[in-house]
Nanobody, 126 residues
Framework: QVRLVESGGGSVQAGGSLRLSCATS????????MGWFRQAPGKEREGVAA???????SYVDSVKGRFTISRDNAKNTLSLQMNSLKPEDTAMYYC????????????????????WGQGTQVTVSS
Protein backbone atom coordinates (compact mmCIF):
# COMPACT_ATOMS: atom_id res chain seq x y z
CA GLN A 1 0.00 0.00 0.00
CA VAL A 2 1.40 3.37 -1.05
CA ARG A 3 1.45 6.05 1.60
CA LEU A 4 2.55 9.68 1.37
CA VAL A 5 2.82 11.73 4.56
CA GLU A 6 3.57 15.46 4.52
CA SER A 7 5.15 17.41 7.34
CA GLY A 8 6.81 20.75 7.97
CA GLY A 9 3.89 23.11 7.60
CA GLY A 10 3.24 25.91 10.05
CA SER A 11 2.72 29.62 10.52
CA VAL A 12 5.35 32.16 9.54
CA GLN A 13 5.53 35.85 8.82
CA ALA A 14 5.98 37.16 5.32
CA GLY A 15 9.57 36.82 4.20
CA GLY A 16 10.12 33.72 6.28
CA SER A 17 10.95 30.18 5.23
CA LEU A 18 9.56 26.70 5.67
CA ARG A 19 10.68 23.30 4.46
CA LEU A 20 8.03 20.75 3.64
CA SER A 21 8.78 17.05 3.53
CA CYS A 22 6.85 14.13 2.10
CA ALA A 23 7.78 10.69 3.37
CA THR A 24 6.78 7.82 1.11
CA SER A 25 6.29 4.12 1.70
CA UNK A 26 5.19 1.28 -0.53
CA UNK A 27 6.22 3.26 -3.60
CA UNK A 28 9.12 2.76 -6.01
CA UNK A 29 10.41 6.14 -5.04
CA UNK A 30 13.22 6.53 -7.55
CA UNK A 31 10.87 6.32 -10.51
CA UNK A 32 8.05 8.45 -11.79
CA UNK A 33 7.01 12.03 -11.30
CA MET A 34 6.41 13.68 -7.94
CA GLY A 35 4.95 17.06 -7.22
CA TRP A 36 3.70 19.57 -4.70
CA PHE A 37 0.25 21.09 -4.98
CA ARG A 38 -1.63 23.61 -2.88
CA GLN A 39 -5.19 24.65 -2.34
CA ALA A 40 -6.35 27.78 -0.60
CA PRO A 41 -9.91 28.14 0.74
CA GLY A 42 -12.32 28.90 -2.06
CA LYS A 43 -9.71 28.34 -4.75
CA GLU A 44 -8.87 25.50 -7.09
CA ARG A 45 -5.95 23.23 -6.48
CA GLU A 46 -2.74 24.57 -8.02
CA GLY A 47 0.39 22.77 -9.10
CA VAL A 48 3.38 24.31 -7.34
CA ALA A 49 6.38 22.25 -8.43
CA ALA A 50 7.28 18.88 -9.87
CA UNK A 51 10.36 16.71 -10.29
CA UNK A 52 10.89 13.70 -12.52
CA UNK A 53 13.06 10.63 -12.01
CA UNK A 54 16.03 12.33 -13.68
CA UNK A 55 15.83 15.29 -11.31
CA UNK A 56 14.41 17.75 -13.81
CA UNK A 57 12.23 20.32 -12.09
CA SER A 58 9.42 22.65 -13.02
CA TYR A 59 7.64 25.41 -11.10
CA VAL A 60 4.57 27.55 -11.36
CA ASP A 61 5.61 31.10 -12.22
CA SER A 62 4.50 32.55 -8.88
CA VAL A 63 7.09 30.54 -6.91
CA LYS A 64 10.05 30.55 -9.29
CA GLY A 65 13.18 31.76 -7.54
CA ARG A 66 11.62 31.27 -4.11
CA PHE A 67 10.77 27.55 -3.89
CA THR A 68 12.99 24.55 -4.55
CA ILE A 69 11.75 20.99 -4.99
CA SER A 70 14.08 18.07 -4.39
CA ARG A 71 13.94 14.33 -3.89
CA ASP A 72 16.20 12.12 -1.79
CA ASN A 73 16.00 8.61 -3.20
CA ALA A 74 18.00 7.14 -0.32
CA LYS A 75 15.51 8.48 2.23
CA ASN A 76 12.38 8.15 0.07
CA THR A 77 11.60 11.77 0.78
CA LEU A 78 10.34 14.60 -1.37
CA SER A 79 11.02 18.12 -0.11
CA LEU A 80 9.94 21.67 -0.88
CA GLN A 81 12.11 24.48 0.42
CA MET A 82 10.05 27.64 0.54
CA ASN A 83 11.81 30.99 0.99
CA SER A 84 10.59 34.58 0.89
CA LEU A 85 7.10 33.42 1.71
CA LYS A 86 4.18 35.68 0.91
CA PRO A 87 0.65 35.79 2.34
CA GLU A 88 -0.63 34.50 -0.99
CA ASP A 89 1.33 31.28 -0.40
CA THR A 90 -1.10 30.43 2.41
CA ALA A 91 -2.75 27.10 1.56
CA MET A 92 -2.91 23.42 2.32
CA TYR A 93 0.06 21.80 0.60
CA TYR A 94 -0.10 18.27 -0.76
CA CYS A 95 2.51 15.97 -2.23
CA UNK A 96 1.62 13.66 -5.07
CA UNK A 97 3.32 10.82 -6.90
CA UNK A 98 2.76 8.83 -10.04
CA UNK A 99 4.83 6.02 -11.56
CA UNK A 100 4.44 7.49 -15.04
CA UNK A 101 7.44 9.73 -15.63
CA UNK A 102 5.94 10.98 -18.88
CA UNK A 103 3.45 13.21 -17.10
CA UNK A 104 6.24 15.61 -16.24
CA UNK A 105 6.39 16.69 -19.88
CA UNK A 106 2.71 16.16 -20.66
CA UNK A 107 1.37 18.52 -18.03
CA UNK A 108 2.43 17.79 -14.48
CA UNK A 109 0.33 20.57 -12.98
CA UNK A 110 -3.00 19.27 -14.23
CA UNK A 111 -2.49 15.53 -14.32
CA UNK A 112 -4.45 13.43 -11.86
CA UNK A 113 -1.67 11.67 -9.95
CA UNK A 114 -2.25 8.18 -8.59
CA UNK A 115 -1.12 8.87 -5.05
CA TRP A 116 -1.72 11.82 -2.74
CA GLY A 117 -0.86 12.76 0.80
CA GLN A 118 -3.25 14.23 3.35
CA GLY A 119 -1.71 17.69 3.29
CA THR A 120 0.07 20.09 5.60
CA GLN A 121 -1.11 23.63 6.29
CA VAL A 122 1.07 26.63 5.51
CA THR A 123 -0.03 30.03 6.81
CA VAL A 124 1.89 33.21 6.01
CA SER A 125 0.94 36.39 7.83
CA SER A 126 1.70 39.91 6.65
Amino acid sequence: QVRLVESGGGSVQAGGSLRLSCATSGYTYSSGCMGWFRQAPGKEREGVAAIDSDGSTSYVDSVKGRFTISRDNAKNTLSLQMNSLKPEDTAMYYCAADPDDAIFAMGWATYEYNYWGQGTQVTVSS
